[in-house]
């Protein structure tokens, strides 16, 4: 059996080893990440299902399509089964709101109910905005999400181990595919350039009355989770400071009671800073390195920026198809060594 090891335990590595194990039930795995549930990125997003082609640069549109998808299928599986509030998935309907006109999502077709906001519904909104659509898509409420990916992952019996890796070289002795999911991390593991920060910072609020997502091209959104309201956002541009910034903290408050002046009886949970892990384009490729005569093969699945939640599984899928090509290759290659002995 080949030995394989996930490095990396966001969404996309815990969303990865669940799809390989699902492909290769008998193959044994190991997650190694240096950091776990809500000490990653993937805990504190949002969540939304909004995989706009205007954020995920350098990826053909019928990829895009495809990933999206596939993960939408994959949610909405979820969320129409008896896990749905385990897994902390639901349908979510809502509004975006525009100052300046915008061509529609290429995901309008995936979610459900994509409509243009008339002018009416429009002057309702405290800024009137001049454009808008409403749209019904899901949330993933990634703190539950990722509790039950990695529960469901246990049960298969995936070890975890917590360690940094240095570099992917050490890995040649003790593996013979390495799944490389370390978003950010990426940066410094694989030496690549093309991955950026784009920081944003939230504040979760207990408001049950607000029902609906908001989400506008000012800066100012609010998505429903489980039990929880997500207040955003910043988008700062390689900017990697995941400390809470107090200005970033007035700033995101202030924007979003003035779309919803309810807020003011909102409780205060807590504020979040994080770093989408941006790259054009999104790496979902192989990779053969030689190092001390030895050979490790590497399945890259990075760089999701921000929408990493809403292309996990779509990404997921692609990245157990490289997977299973080279696990196809390494038996044929054993085969043929063992037909000369
Ligand atoms: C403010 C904000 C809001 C967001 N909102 C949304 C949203 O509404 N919808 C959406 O789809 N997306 C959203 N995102 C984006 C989403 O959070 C990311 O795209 C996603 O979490 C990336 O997942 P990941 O698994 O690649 O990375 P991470 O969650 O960062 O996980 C990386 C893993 O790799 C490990 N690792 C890295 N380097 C090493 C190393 N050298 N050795 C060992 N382990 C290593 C880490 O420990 C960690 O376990 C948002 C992001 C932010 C910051």
């Known amino acids: 059996m080949p030995r394989v090891a ?10 990865t080893a669940l799809c390989i194990k699902l492909q290769h039930p008998s193959l044994g795995l190991t997650i190694i990440a240096d950091r776990f549930l809500e000490d990653t990125t993937s ?17 053909d549109l019928s990829t895009l399509r495809k990933w999206s998808q596939t993960s939408f299928e994959h949610f909405n599986n979820i969320i129409f089964s008896n896990i749905g509030a385990e897994a902390g998935i639901a349908q979510v309907s809502g509004y975006q709101l525009f100052n300046e006109p915008r061509p529609d999502p290429s995901y309008q077709n ?10 009416d519904e429009l002057a309702t909104f405290p800024d009137h905005y001049k454009y808008g659509y409403f749209t019904t898509t899901l949330y993933v409420d990634t703190r539950r999400y990722m509790k039950y990916l990695t529960k469901i992952l246990a049960e298969k019996q995936v070890t975890f181990v917590q360690k940094k890796i240095n570099s992917i070289e050490e ?20 030496r690549d350039e093309l991955i950026h920060p784009i920081r944003g910072q939230m504040i979760r609020v207990r408001a049950p009355w607000i029902k609906h997502f908001y989400y506008t091209d000012d800066n100012c959104y609010m998505i429903p989770n489980y039990d929880t309201i997500v207040l955003g956002g910043t988008r700062q541009v390689d900017n990697d400071n995941t400390q809470v910034d107090l200005n970033d903290k007035e700033g995101i408050w202030q924007r979003c009671l003035r779309l919803c002046p309810s807020l003011a ?34 399945v890259h699945n990075y760089g999701h ?34 037909s000369k002995l």
């Open 6 to 15: 996930i490095i990396g335990a966001g969404v996309v590595g815990l969303s």
């Open 43 to 59: 805990d504190g997003a949002g969540g939304l299902f909004r995989p706009d082609d205007r954020f995920v640069l350098g990826v």
């Open 110 to 119: 995936i979610i459900y109910n994509f409509r243009h906001l008339s002018k």
């Open 171 to 190: 890995l040649v002795d003790s593996y013979d595919i390495v799944v490389n999911c370390t978003g950010y991390g990426a940066r410094e593991l694989c």
């Open 265 to 298: 009886q909102a409780e205060i949970l807590w504020h979040w800073a994080g770093l989408r892990p941006n790259r054009e384009p999104i790496r979902v490729e192989t990779e053969t390195i030689k190092h001390d005569n030895k050979q490790l093969f590497i």
């Open 305 to 338: 920026g921000g929408n990493g939640i809403s292309l996990s599984w779509g990404t997921a899928v692609d990245a157990t198809r490289l997977f299973s090509s080279y696990l196809n290759a390494i038996s044929t290659a054993d085969k043929q060594l063992s």
